[in-house]
């Protein structure tokens, strides 16, 4: 067998293994659309969640990843509450994202950082501290735009009150154990994405 067509084959094939646990979530999927109708996002998806899961059960994992339809969802559980088939939709939207993060896509590559930095910050403090959050995010973005852009935002929400001045205190926190466990559980289940190569 020529060997490109062996290589395009063979990544095809893992691609499908990344999306086969999705697939058994929505493989009763009959295409009505109420998703699409219920989800307060899906103006805003370049895909609709009705195609999403037409695309996760045909195997189309490269137009899935091309997508910000999963980054978009933010967990709602409408359209899980109203799919007549009773399917872990919102599930699935979080299942996708893991596997865009593990591959580390570079298309979702400040999403990604955004939920790292949020993450990183809530283990430090045990909760979340927004200027302490943001400052690691701009670091980790590397541009110099990305503050720029999060600017009227942050001066409107520190006039409201809503933003901590100041770095704040790290404090001995109990959560080091339960992100340990999410961590190693990780480790098993997204080691084969990334194996997979970066999209
Ligand atoms: S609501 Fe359920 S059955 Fe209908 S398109 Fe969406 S996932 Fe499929
Ligand atoms: S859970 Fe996500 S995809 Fe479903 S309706 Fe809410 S935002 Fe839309």
């Known amino acids: 067998m020529n060997l490109q067509i062996a290589t395009a084959s063979s990544a095809s094939e893992n691609g499908n293994n990344a999306l086969d646990k999705i697939g058994s979530m929505v493989r009763a999927c009959i295409q009505c659309g109420t ?10 998806m370049d895909m609709t969640p009705r195609k999403m899961w037409r695309l996760v059960n045909l195997g189309r994992l490269a137009e899935i990843m091309a997508s910000r339809t999963f980054i978009l969802c933010s967990d709602c559980y ?6 007549p088939r009773g399917l872990p939709l919102t599930d699935a939207m979080e299942a996708l994202k893991g596997i865009a993060f593990a591959r580390r896509e570079r298309r979702h590559r400040s999403s990604r950082l ?24 701009f670091t980790a973005m590397k541009s110099p735009t990305v503050p720029l852009r999060f600017a009227p935002l942050g001066i409107k929400l520190m006039g409201k009150g809503k933003v901590e001045i ?10 080091d154990a339960l992100f340990e466990k999410v961590a190693d559980l990780e480790r098993t289940t997204c080691a084969p994405l990334e194996n997979e190569g970066h999209g």
């Open 166 to 175: 100041g770095l704040g205190k790290t404090v001995a926190t109990p959560l």
């Open 114 to 137: 955004f939920y790292e930095k949020f993450m990183q910050t809530v283990r430090r403090h045990g909760r979340i501290r927004e200027m302490a959050f943001m400052t690691r995010y």
């Open 78 to 83: 409408t359209c899980t509450l109203r799919c």
């Open 35 to 44: 998703c699409t109708g219920s989800c307060p996002n899906a103006l805003e």
